[in-house]
T-cell receptor, first 114, second 113 residues
Framework: DARVTQTPRDKVTEMGQEVTMRCQPILGHNTVFWYRQTMMQGLELLAY????????DSGMPKDRFSAEMPDATLATLKIQPSEPRDSAVYFC????????????FGPGTRLTVL | GENVEQHPSTLSVQEGDSAVIKCTYS??????FPWYKQELGKRPQLIID?????GEKKDQRIAVTLNKTAKHFSLHITETQPEDSAVYFC????????????FGKGTRLSVIA
């Protein structure tokens, strides 16, 4: 049963520190999405990639967030410097451009910035 | 762009009763409508989906209906059980392929034993 994996599962850091979250999409999936979930805002799309190329990152605060796909098996989301308002659960999801159009979510990274 | 509205935001039902969650979408070009269930502390998981060429789809106790003319779709859960308690998200995808899903705000369903 193939699944999206994410590391770390939990991260506690202090304001101003750099945070890097990693995602391994399901093998063969060519589209990767990053979402942020908070109680107030629900699921917010931050960025997504197709075949490792960024298609849209308009949901990300550009001054502190960056997303990359160094290769087809790894996507990263980086926050530098982190702020308390960045505390949330960050989900990665992957999918394919085929008839299913389904997105499958990873377990999430719970980030707490003190 | 696409906008998805979901109602109600919270729903409490007695065990064994039915639960219905409704969503509306704005983009008539949307053609794929999945539903996700998210248990506390877990990832959203796909439970059922429907495409615009189908009006209804069932899978055991859950069913989804789609009204393209009115641009709304609904999730129906029959014979609810305590393990159905979770947050449910509807979503819509404009066109297909490159565009990501647009999610509703979620419905917190509580099934009271």
């Amino acid at each position: 049963d193939a699944r999206v994996t994410q590391t770390p599962r939990d991260k506690v850091t202090e304001m101003g520190q750099e945070v890097t979250m990693r995602c391994q999409p399901i093998l063969g999936h060519n589209t990767v999405f990053w979402y942020r979930q908070t109680m107030m805002q629900g699921l917010e799309l931050l960025a997504y990639f197709r075949n490792r190329a960024p298609l849209d990152d308009s949901g990300m605060p550009k001054d502190r967030f960056s997303a990359e796909m160094p290769d087809a098996t790894l996507a990263t989301l980086k926050i530098q410097p982190s702020e308390p308002r960045d505390s949330a659960v960050y989900f990665c999801a992957s999918g394919t451009r085929d008839s299913t159009d389904t997105q499958y979510f990873g377990p999430g990274t719970r980030l707490t910035v003190l | 762009g696409e906008n998805v509205e979901q109602h109600p935001s919270t729903l409490s039902v007695q065990e064994g009763d039915s639960a219905v969650i409704k969503c509306t979408y704005s983009d008539s070009a949307s053609n794929y409508f999945p539903w996700y269930k998210q248990e506390l502390g877990k990832r959203p998981q796909l439970i059922i989906d429907i495409r615009s060429n189908v009006g209804e789809k069932k899978d055991q106790r859950i069913a989804v209906t789609l009204n393209k003319t009115a641009k709304h779709f609904s999730l129906h859960i029959t014979e609810t059980q305590p393990e159905d308690s979770a947050v449910y998200f509807c979503a819509a995808r404009p066109n297909s392929g490159n565009t990501p899903l647009v999610f509703g705000k979620g419905t917190r369903l509580s099934v009271i034993a």
